[in-house]
């Protein structure tokens, strides 16, 4: 027994030492992501093995293998990975097939293959991954193609534009000495070998649109005095690319201690703030971003900075199509509207779907023009539909909506993250958190409080909830970076936070919606003036990363637009629900009243379904026309004289939102029958025909002229959407008497502003909401 014992040992030992024998001969191989990628941490997995790159075939290629390349890639792990030259096709040898890893392997090296070189692959079949954005802390890079670093790609784990302390206050920070994270720890770079086109490349990845000149002269003399740890290579940037993970790693530096630049100093960038974000609106910035009607916009985005492309052309919005879209077309995009370069390039109408024309298909852009209408493209769009409409996702500047207390400020007195008094902020890097959710069942929702001055010191406190609503939810979310607002709250009782943040330290708050953060919005001074009080009245809301959006077909208003004589007995139930106009009150009952008809066609365009915010429960009855409505005003339908003066109005609550008919592979989920679930979902449409109750607008006291017709959906905020501007639908209209056209209906949002000024009173498309 002793003896099998021993002889078991022996063999484990052997077996061992086997193993570290063969790991110690392991190939050693470099990585690489490489092709059409729509963000930096994804592409075709690439290999660098004795002295050339190759790919890797996508035969018996696993999650698990994907996972041990993004974390020898510096990842913390693998999203998915792709087959079939998902990102091209790659060149020179397949140097890997039959993949076979466990998911613990240090190296892709180590895992089970047919051996390097030995592939019955094409490079159709060129396998890719997708990697988590985020990094391994601390993470060493090992880089031992010493003399073959050409085609080798900057890895380092962060980024920073280090601000000096005059500078340190200003937000954001465009300028200062650049810094790299490798190993867990922050190094500079030389800049004998720096140029602008690598400084383009790091504005863009901190929010910017360029770089600037500055004065060295400061520097140089902070740099003779600053103790210093050089990175050990210099960076070869095209200006083109997205992140620096994507520029060409340069010759390696020498290390002799501070002598490793003898001839230089630290890299400094300076960098140009986009408009939303310059720090002033001085004479020079008044300059340099002068308004003009935008060739580009964003819409549909939760965030500042993403969104769905869209492109103006004679006049009119249209959309792109997600043919060859990527991460180079949408730096362009992000560069042009002021942001950074693109973190993502989104496809298939990730952002929702667009309405009217798709402009522009199968972009090629080089990186360095100043307006994605300067790329190439393939004007004809023929087969490509909403559903793949391009999208983005910017790099916008760090503003430190979001950022803790620095700990510079912690020997000042810090308690709970607050300074104790107002003077003492001047002296912490980054302003504080303003703002927060307290006291929800999850990160999304809460009471919303905010950081605000009381008696000479910075607490926590609520916000009156007068006058909140989703427009001021919306800021809030996007502000917190939680997406849209889903509900807005008036009373927050059952949402408990910290009792000593309850007086309330802001009120009055009005928003546009377009705010960055709430302190931005119309609100109180120092005099807060809340009459319930915070408490339970105290304004809360909850978050949520998708939101519907509902448009109405133009064209189906104008289609079936028509006029009715109904005698007053025959409109009862539709006089008693307020659809007829005041006059209809003191109307003879055997009198007639003339109705302007129309049938409405409502698409859901967005990333979730549209519910009404009431549930079932509390719906109203109605009986005269024996049906619930689970929103009491659902559209606005006007008629407005040519200076923007209201002649007619009626309104539709909705008794029935339902799915009528939907987009081919699309279930409907919403049926009104048997007091069913009512909503819109994503891809669906809701019809209310021209021959129901309240599907009209009164004009029998409208004299004969020229009019335009509105009709607004949503009017008054009540379900949040992702994009408002599209609820209103405007049209001309011509009415002799006795018969009327309509024409020219558009919905808003859709043509350039100048044809929007055919519209008077009515230019800026935005809804006055309460």
């Given at each position: 027994m002793l003896r099998l014992a021993v002889f078991c040992f022996l063999l484990y030992t052997l077996l061992v030492a086997s193993s570290a024998q063969s790991d110690s001969n392991q190939p050693v191989i470099q990585l690489r992501l490489a092709g059409e990628k729509k963000k930096h941490y994804e592409g075709r997995v690439e290999v660098f093995y004795n002295g050339e790159w190759g790919t890797v075939c996508d035969d018996d290629f696993s999650i698990y293998a994907a996972q041990v390349v993004c974390r020898e890639l510096g990842f913390t792990g693998a999203e998915s990975w792709s087959p079939s030259a998902k990102y091209g096709k790659g060149e020179g040898r397949i140097w890997l097939d039959n993949v076979h890893c466990t998911g613990s392997e240090k190296s892709l090296a180590h895992c089970e293959s047919n051996g390097f070189g030995v592939s019955d692959c094409k490079h159709s079949e060129d396998v890719g991954v997708v990697c988590s954005s985020k990094r391994i802390p601390g993470f060493k890079f090992i880089r031992n193609q010493a003399n073959s670093q050409e085609g080798l790609t900057v890895q380092v784990e962060e980024v920073r534009i280090r601000a000096t302390y005059s500078h340190r206050k200003r937000i954001p920070i465009t300028e200062g000495f650049l810094e790299v994270k490798d190993g867990g720890k922050w190094r500079q770079i030389c800049n004998e070998d720096w140029n602008q086109k690598n400084s383009r490349v790091i504005c863009g990845m901190q929010g910017f649109p360029g770089e600037k000149r500055f004065n060295t002269r400061p520097y140089k003399l902070l740099a003779s005095r600053r103790k210093k740890n050089y990175w050990g290579f210099s960076i070869n940037c095209t200006g083109n690319e997205a992140d620096l993970s994507d520029c060409k790693l340069g010759r390696e530096i020498e290390q002799k201690g501070n002598s490793t630049c003898g001839k230089g100093m630290p890299v400094v960038v300076s960098c140009v703030p986009g408009r939303v974000f310059a720090p002033s609106v001085s004479i020079g910035f008044r300059k340099a971003y002068r308004v003009e009607q935008p060739l580009v916009r964003l819409r549909?985005?939760?965030?500042?900075?993403?969104?769905?492309?869209?492109?103006?052309?004679?006049?009119?919005?249209?959309?792109?199509?997600?043919?060859?879209?990527?991460?180079?077309?949408?730096?362009?995009?992000?560069?042009?509207?002021?942001?950074?370069?693109?973190?993502?390039?989104?496809?298939?109408?990730?952002?929702?779907?667009?309405?009217?024309?798709?402009?522009?298909?199968?972009?090629?852009?080089?990186?360095?023009?100043?307006?994605?209408?300067?790329?190439?493209?393939?004007?004809?769009?023929?087969?490509?539909?909403?559903?793949?409409?391009?999208?983005?996702?910017?790099?916008?500047?760090?503003?430190?909506?979001?950022?803790?207390?620095?700990?510079?400020?912690?020997?000042?007195?810090?308690?709970?993250?607050?300074?104790?008094?107002?003077?003492?902020?001047?002296?912490?890097?980054?302003?504080?958190?303003?703002?927060?959710?307290?006291?929800?069942?999850?990160?999304?929702?809460?009471?919303?409080?905010?950081?605000?001055?009381?008696?000479?010191?910075?607490?926590?406190?609520?916000?009156?909830?007068?006058?909140?609503?989703?427009?001021?939810?919306?800021v809030v979310c996007r502000q917190l970076g939680l997406g849209f607002a889903s509900n807005a709250f008036q009373e927050t009782w059952y949402w408990q936070g910290d009792s000593s943040a309850d007086p309330v330290v802001m009120s009055g708050v009005r928003c546009s919606g377009t705010?960055?953060?709430?302190?931005?919005?119309?609100?109180?001074?120092?005099?807060?003036?809340?009459?319930?009080?915070?408490?339970?009245?105290?304004?809360?809301?909850?978050?949520?990363?998708?939101?519907?959006?509902?448009?109405?077909?133009?064209?189906?208003?104008?289609?079936?637009?028509?006029?009715?004589?109904?005698?007053?007995?025959?409109?009862?139930?539709?006089?008693?629900?307020?659809?007829l106009s005041g006059s209809a009150d003191k109307a003879d009952p055997s009198s007639y009243r003339r109705l302007l008809?129309?049938?409405?066609?409502?698409?859901?365009?967005?990333?979730?379904?549209?519910?009404?915010?009431?549930?079932?429960?509390?719906?109203?009855?109605?009986?005269?026309?024996?049906?619930?409505?689970?929103?009491?005003?659902?559209?606005?339908?006007?008629?407005?004289?040519l200076n923007g003066t209201k002649v007619a109005e009626g309104h539709k609550a909705s008794f029935c939102l339902e799915d009528t008919y939907c987009d081919e592979g699309i279930q409907k989920r919403y049926e009104c029958a048997n007091f069913g679930a009512q909503g819109i979902t994503v891809g669906c449409w809701d019809t209310y025909r021209h021959d129901i109750d309240c599907q009209w607008i009164d004009i029998t006291d409208v004299k004969p002229g020229d009019y335009i017709l509105q009709v607004v959906i949503n009017p008054n905020y009540e379900v949040a959407e992702s994009d408002y501007t599209n609820n209103i639908m405007k049209c001309r209209s011509r009415y002799d008497g006795h018969r009327i056209w309509t024409y020219n209906c558009h919905t808003g949002g859709t043509l350039s502003s100048e044809t929007e000024e055919t519209f008077p009173g009515l230019l800026t498309n935005q809804l006055s909401h309460r």
């Open positions: 549909g985005g939760a965030m500042i900075g993403e969104g769905r492309v869209e492109v103006l052309k004679n006049g009119e919005w249209g959309t792109v199509c997600d043919d060859n879209w990527n991460i180079r077309a949408a730096t362009v995009v992000c560069r042009e509207l002021g942001f950074g370069s693109a973190k993502e390039a989104l496809t298939g109408a990730r952002m929702g779907q667009g309405i009217g024309p798709v402009h522009m298909n199968e972009v090629e852009c080089s990186g360095f023009e100043k307006s994605l209408t300067e790329c190439y493209f393939n004007p004809n769009s023929l087969g490509c539909s909403h559903e793949e409409d391009a999208a983005v996702k910017c790099n916008v500047p760090a503003m430190g909506f979001h950022n803790r207390v620095s700990k510079l400020c912690l020997p000042y007195r810090i308690k709970n993250y607050v300074c104790v008094t107002v003077r003492e902020m001047s002296k912490c890097i980054y302003p504080f958190p303003q703002l927060r959710l307290s006291g929800g069942r999850n990160p999304y929702e809460g009471r919303v409080e905010v950081l605000g001055e009381r008696n000479g010191s910075l607490v926590w406190g609520t916000v009156c909830s007068d006058s909140w609503g989703t427009m001021e939810a919306m705010e960055l953060t709430l302190e931005q919005c119309l609100h109180h001074g120092k005099h807060v003036a809340c009459p319930k009080g915070g408490g339970r009245f105290a304004a809360g809301v909850s978050c949520t990363m998708t939101a519907p959006d509902l448009v109405l077909n133009a064209q189906v208003v104008e289609q079936t637009t028509y006029l009715e004589d109904r005698p007053m007995y025959a409109l009862q139930c539709a006089h008693e629900e307020r659809c008809r129309f049938s409405s066609q409502i698409h859901n365009n967005g990333q979730s379904d549209f519910r009404p915010r009431a549930s079932p429960q509390s719906w109203v009855w109605h009986d005269c026309h024996r049906h619930y409505h689970s929103m009491e005003v659902f559209t606005h339908y006007d008629l407005m004289s």
